[in-house]
């Protein structure tokens, strides 16, 4: 069984600083994709950051030079560090992740249970 387990959501002012980490773990053969999504209620869930297995990433267009993303292979965990907050990035924020689970098995998406970001003015 594959877990993916968010941390380090709360409640901050605009301008504050938050760390999201995400740890997966369980049968895991490998990972390619992790990242990072945002939901609103009442809206489509987005892709907010993700990074490669080799550290490529890339940026929603309203985080960008804002947040940064980054993995530690050795520890199947992903972080999201966020800067200079905005009461729009308020949300729920969760883990993803492209796992296989053995060989010859098809990658899937696993997501974490979510952490909340509040973000107030």
């Known amino acids: 069984q594959v877990q993916l387990v968010e941390s380090g959501g709360g409640l901050v002012q605009a301008g504050g600083s938050l760390r999201l980490t995400c740890a997966a773990s369980?049968?895991?053969?490998?990972?390619?994709?992790m990242g990072w999504y945002r939901q609103v209620p009442g809206k489509q869930r987005e892709l907010v950051a993700a990074?490669?297995?080799?550290?490529?990433?890339n940026y929603a267009d309203s985080v960008k030079g804002r947040f940064t993303a980054s993995r530690d292979n050795a520890k199947n965990t992903v972080y999201l560090q966020m800067n200079s907050l905005k009461p729009e990035d308020t949300g729920v924020y969760y883990c993803?992740?492209?796992?296989?689970?053995?060989?010859?098995?098809?990658?899937?998406?696993?997501w974490g249970q979510g952490t909340q970001v509040t973000v107030s003015s």
């Open positions: 993803n992740a492209d796992i296989k689970t053995g060989w010859g098995t098809w990658p899937r998406g696993y």
């Open positions: 990074v490669t297995s080799g550290g490529s990433t």
């Open positions: 369980g049968s895991i053969f490998s990972i390619n994709f």
